[in-house]
C-alpha cells in the first residue's frame, strides 16, 4: 500500500509547474541594487515580490527575475528617482 501511494505522490508532483527560487545572495548577485532599493520597487509593484519561506528566509521567482531584467533590457524608459518630479516640457 506504501508503494502505490508514493507512486500517486510522486505522480502528483510531477505534474505540477516546477518553480526556481533564488535566495537574497543570489538576487543581489544577479540584480546590483541595494536590498532597500529592491524593497522599494517591490512595494512599488516596479519588481517581483519576494516568496516568505519562513520567519527569516525569503526568495523570488528566478524566471520572474529573468523576465524583469528582459523588460528593463527592453524598456527605453528610465528609472524612477524618489521625490524627482519628471520635467515634460
Do not use: H
Not at 544577479?30 to 520597487?41: E, G, V
Not at 517581483?48 to 524583469?68: H, K, Q
Amino acid at each position: 500500500m506504501g508503494k502505490v501511494r508514493n507512486n500517486i505522490r510522486d505522480n502528483v508532483y510531477q505534474n505540477l509547474p516546477s518553480k526556481n527560487l533564488i535566495n537574497r545572495k543570489t538576487l543581489l548577485a544577479m540584480i546590483p541594487l541595494s536590498d532597500r532599493a529592491i524593497f522599494n520597487m517591490e512595494k512599488r509593484g516596479d519588481f517581483p515580490r519576494r516568496i516568505v519561506l519562513t520567519s527569516r528566509n525569503v526568495a523570488w521567482d528566478l524566471a520572474e527575475v529573468e523576465n524583469w531584467i528582459e523588460n528593463r533590457k527592453q524598456s527605453s524608459d528610465q528609472a524612477r528617482r524618489p521625490g524627482v518630479v519628471p520635467n515634460f516640457r
